[in-house]
């Protein structure tokens, strides 16, 4: 979940670049019918973010996606000042997932990160309210 800095971005076929969205990186845990938004810090969201832990309610029980909370400004930009603002303006939020490591008490995290978006866009999304978005790279 953490950027490294370098002098010069790896480059080549099996390289892949996430969009910085300004937003809360967290991992949306679904165990024992609850759900979690869990920050860096280990932080549980899901009581700032409500809208979006009910959203990711849909999840199948013991599945873990990683993800970052995103709010737009009224340019359709993220920002992270508008995130950090969003009840008192009424903001909708955004959920954009990147991975899922855990499907349905699977763990997916030994197979190729592409087979595990696949599985997101095709078998997670697909279930997932609007507010649930795939990050593209």
């Not at 959203?55 to 930009?77: F, H, N, S």
């Not at 009424?90 to 595990?116: C, H, I, K, M, N």
Request: glycine fraction near 6%; proline fraction near 7%.
């Amino acid at each position: 979940m953490q950027c490294l800095p370098v002098t010069k971005l790896p480059d080549g076929p099996n390289w892949e670049y996430e969009v910085k969205f300004e937003g809360y990186r967290v991992l949306g845990i679904k165990s024992g019918g609850r759900l979690r938004l869990m920050s860096r810090k280990e932080n549980d969201l899901a009581a700032r973010f409500p809208i979006l832990a009910q959203a990711l309610e849909e999840l199948p029980d013991e599945t873990i996606i990683d993800g970052e909370i995103v709010a737009l400004d009224e340019t359709g930009r993220p920002s992270f000042n508008v995130l950090q603002n969003h009840r008192r303006a009424g903001t909708p939020l955004q959920f954009y997932a990147f991975d899922v490591l855990t499907l349905a008490g699977r763990s997916l995290q030994d197979r190729p990160l592409e087979e595990r978006r696949k599985v997101l866009r095709t078998k997670i999304l697909p279930r997932m309210p609007e507010s649930v978005l795939f990050s593209e790279t």
